[in-house]
């Protein structure tokens, strides 16, 4: 039965931290069976909300209620009870146990002598992927699946135990389309058994498809609530950011020289890539376009030597090279940018100077043969004022920054090479809308500034915004082309999925 009231309030809570005051006054109710959206920018509020609600944090002031009745909580274990859980953007997986493992990690079912009951949890994991409507054997280890694989996982494990709301923190950040449709009929079918699901995601067109309802906050503060049935892609942007769309969204006007800086011909490693062959001309934003698993990622690895070629051949600027490893295509001025900032693009402990100048090392060193302090100084400074990064101080450790500031350090990091060709994999993965925009901002000037780009990315519009031209990846082959004035969203997923 439907309640007449929310099932959960939280009225005029407040948060401070040392010389930060994170929420004021701020308001946030969910219903039951409801899909409601927490929107805003990075460091708009949006954690500290959450955590206040999975009870990581207690708030400084305002009451939470909870089928109508005030709760504290002062832990995980009190609102975990209450059935609140979560699932975080950066899993929460031990990659070397099963699916199974994962599933009831701390609170494993035990038999009469207290030996783990390993058949009563593998019938219990099998009925819970079955009724996600997923194909995971719950043998298999986490490290062996797929990225939309382990997403399913975290859902299951969130829902192993009596549920009501669900917390969804950015879950199609590293999802191709057909996940991301896949993890909506799940939470369609989870609305329609009465539990609510809180979703959090910078990716506009999910929240108007998916959602009932809409809360945003903006520094910290209410800025605005719809229901999604009212709401448009302007009118989320401008509770958000305060400024339309169209603003935060040009079209890219510059237009790539003749002249070809890289060619890749046949490049090939069975049985993930096949046959691959483009040519990136100078100043041009090439697109490559695909589903997970076409082969995108794997394509630029190869590129830049990260994984070692089966065969195939690659020219820069119209001379033969050949790249074993990424210092080689640190040599030839190749640059990647990876999907993931946090893994393989950043040292989270480590300051913004540092970051910045990882790839530079040999080039500013002084007599002595250390490291120049000034040069690096200079060096990061410059960036950060060409990037427009938001740090207290170049030796703010990294791993503070919002996520879009994170992706300004990769990026600063690697156009300390002055790169000829800059791949870009994924470049706004799990950065809000305002963030975007800048980081399109800087791909726009830097292929205006005569860089050959090469963009992956699983948002289309972001393709058609950014490209000249798009090619389509589909099991390890580049299976079409598209110039700008003739990709379009329908095309580039048939190509895809033909």
Known sequence: MTMSGPLLEMR??????????????????????????????????????????TGVHQPDGGKILFE?????????????????SIVFQEFNLCPNLSAMEN???????????????????????????????????????????????????????ALSHPTRILIMDEPTSALADEGVQRLFGIMRELKGRGISVVFISHRLNEVLEVTDRVVCLKDGQNSGEIETKAADQDRLVSMMVGRDLGQMYAQRQGRPADEIVLEVRNLSRPPRIREVSFKLHRGEILGLAGLIGAGRTEVARLI??????????????????EIRHPSDAVAHHIA??????????????????????????????????????????????????KLQTRVSSREQITRNLSG??????????????????????????????????????????LADRGVAILLISSELPELLRLADR????RQGRVTAEFPRAAATENAIMKAAVA
Request: with cysteine; charged share 25%; net charge positive.
């Open 304 to 321: 830049i030597g990260a994984d070692k070629t089966g065969s195939g051949r690659m020219f820069l600027d119209g001379k033969a090279i």
């Open 68 to 84: 109508g009745r005030q709760v504290r909580f002062k832990g995980t274990q009190d609102a975990f009870a209450l059935g609140i």
């Open 470 to 473: 798009v090619a389509v990846m």
């Open 404 to 445: 879009g500031n994170q992706q300004k350090v990769v990026l600063s990091k690697w156009l300390a090479i002055q790169p000829k060709v800059l791949i870009l994999d994924e470049p706004t993965r799990g950065i809000d809308v305002g963030a975007k925009t800048e980081v399109h901002r800087i791909i726009n000037d």
């Open 336 to 385: 990647y940018v990876p999907e993931d900032r946090k893994r393989f693009g950043l040292v989270l402990g480590a300051s913004v100077r540092e970051n910045t100048t990882l790839t530079i090392h040999g080039k500013i060193l002084n007599r002595l043969g250390l490291i120049c302090r000034a040069a690096e100084n200079a060096i990061t400074d410059e960036y950060i004022h």
């Open 103 to 157: 599933l009831f990690l701390g609170h494993e079912a035990h038999g009469r002598w207290g030996l783990l009951a390993c058949r009563q949890m593998r019938e219990r994991a099998r009925r819970a992927f079955a009724q996600l409507r997923i194909a995971i054997e719950p043998d298999a280890l986490v490290r062996d699946l797929g990225v939309a694989q382990q997403q399913m996982v975290e859902v299951a494990k």
């Open 12 to 53: 005029d809570i407040s948060k401070a931290f040392p010389g930060v005051r994170a929420l004021e006054h701020v308001n946030f109710s969910v219903r039951e069976g409801e899909i409601v959206c927490l929107l805003g920018e990075n460091g708009a509020g949006k954690s500290t909300l959450v955590k206040i609600l």
